[in-house]
């Protein structure tokens, strides 16, 4: 009797252990199928989460539409603030890479030797000259917005280099440090003091640039007498000198150019 039973017992293990074996050789065989199937698996799970969430989140905007008018207006200036922010730099750089990658713009340039040249017209600098005159100063490496005033606004980076170095001594007065203001933008003589604030160097180079060339440069603009170095000086500043000192740095700015760098313009 309990030799039977045994070999009952016996019969039972066997055939555990064949089923077991079994399904090791299909686990063996099959385990890409097998791990293919636990993926779907954990996928509908977070399909399904996500689901969930999305309608969460759908939920709670139509519950700000329907319950938070003052929240949602809110968030809506914030977001144009934003965009309006965010569109005008994506055009800068777009230009930019133009610039460093593209090499000079026209060969057909003008140097700005005079007071009576034009404002309105082509340096021929590179991102590389410009940044070598402005190693070591607050500046640096801020070649690329010269040139991208320049294309975008047509107004002469010789002379906007120029205009900022006599207003601001070499980049070295309270305003250009304080404010980035380096054109001594609004500083009017009654009251110096107003002179604008700058988040950047690369923001007030644009800025004045457009404003030049809207003000100073267009026939119809506010401050127009011809377009050259000596009629914007007419306006722009309260000094009847200052057409000559900007021409006077910009013979320095060349000299330095040509001295530090290696660099001849032409």
Same mark, same amino acid.
């Given at each position: 009797?309990?030799?039977?039973?045994? &070999?009952?017992?016996?019969?039972?293990?066997?055939?555990?252990?064949?089923?077991?074996? =079994?399904?090791?050789?299909? *686990?063996?065989?099959?385990?890409?199928?097998?791990?293919?199937?636990?993926?779907?698996?954990? +996928?509908?799970?977070?399909?399904?989460?996500?689901?969930?969430?999305?309608?969460?989140?759908?939920?709670?905007?139509?519950? /700000?539409?329907?319950?938070?008018?003052? /929240?949602?207006?809110?968030?809506?200036?914030?977001?144009?603030?934003?965009?309006? &922010?965010?569109?005008?730099?994506?055009?800068?750089? +777009? !230009?930019?890479?133009?610039? @460093?990658?593209?090499? &000079?713009?026209?060969?057909?340039?003008? %140097?700005?030797?005079?007071?009576?040249?034009?404002?309105?017209?082509?340096?021929?600098?590179?991102?590389?000259?410009?940044?070598? @005159? +402005?190693?070591?100063?607050?500046?640096?490496?801020?070649?690329?917005?010269?040139?991208?005033?320049?294309?975008?606004?047509?107004?002469?980076?010789?002379? /906007?280099?120029?205009?900022?170095?006599?207003?601001?001594?070499?980049?070295?007065?309270?305003?250009?440090?304080? %404010?980035?203001? /380096?054109?001594?933008?609004?500083?009017?003589?009654?009251?110096?003091?107003?002179?604008?604030?700058?988040?950047?160097?690369?923001?007030?180079?644009?800025? *004045?640039?457009?404003?030049?060339?809207? +003000?100073?440069?267009? !026939?119809? =603009?506010?401050?127009?007498r011809g377009g050259t170095v000596?009629?914007? =000086?007419?306006?722009?500043?309260?000094?009847?000198?200052?057409?000559?000192?900007?021409?006077?740095?910009?013979?320095?700015? !060349?000299? &330095?150019?040509?001295?530090?760098?290696?660099? @001849?313009?032409?």
């Amino acid at each position: 009797m309990f030799y039977q039973i045994r &070999k009952f017992f016996m019969e039972i293990v066997k055939k555990i252990k064949t089923i077991i074996n =079994g399904v090791i050789d299909f *686990v063996r065989k099959e385990a890409k199928l097998i791990v293919a199937v636990i993926i779907i698996i954990l +996928l509908s799970i977070m399909l399904i989460s996500q689901h969930y969430f999305i309608r969460s989140v759908t939920d709670s905007l139509a519950y /700000l539409k329907d319950e938070n008018t003052d /929240l949602r207006q809110m968030l809506y200036v914030e977001l144009q603030e934003i965009r309006e &922010k965010i569109e005008p730099m994506e055009e800068v750089y +777009l !230009e930019m890479h133009d610039i @460093l990658y593209g090499g &000079k713009d026209d060969p057909n340039t003008v %140097r700005i030797e005079s007071m009576n040249d034009y404002v309105r017209s082509r340096s021929g600098l590179t991102v590389d000259e410009i940044n070598a @005159l +402005l190693e070591g100063t607050m500046v640096e490496g801020h070649g690329a917005y010269f040139l991208a005033a320049e294309k975008r606004f047509q107004t002469n980076a010789w002379f /906007l280099l120029s205009v900022s170095v006599h207003e601001t001594g070499w980049w070295k007065s309270n305003y250009a440090i304080n %404010r980035n203001n /380096l054109f001594g933008w609004k500083a009017y003589t009654h009251n110096p003091d107003l002179a604008q604030r700058f988040d950047s160097p690369g923001e007030c180079i644009l800025h *004045v640039a457009e404003r030049i060339s809207k +003000l100073y440069l267009q !026939e119809n =603009g506010k401050y127009y007498r011809g377009g050259t170095v000596a009629a914007i =000086g007419y306006h722009y500043a309260t000094d009847p000198g200052w057409a000559r000192g900007v021409m006077k740095r910009r013979q320095q700015l !060349e000299k &330095k150019l040509y001295s530090t760098s290696g660099y @001849l313009t032409t």
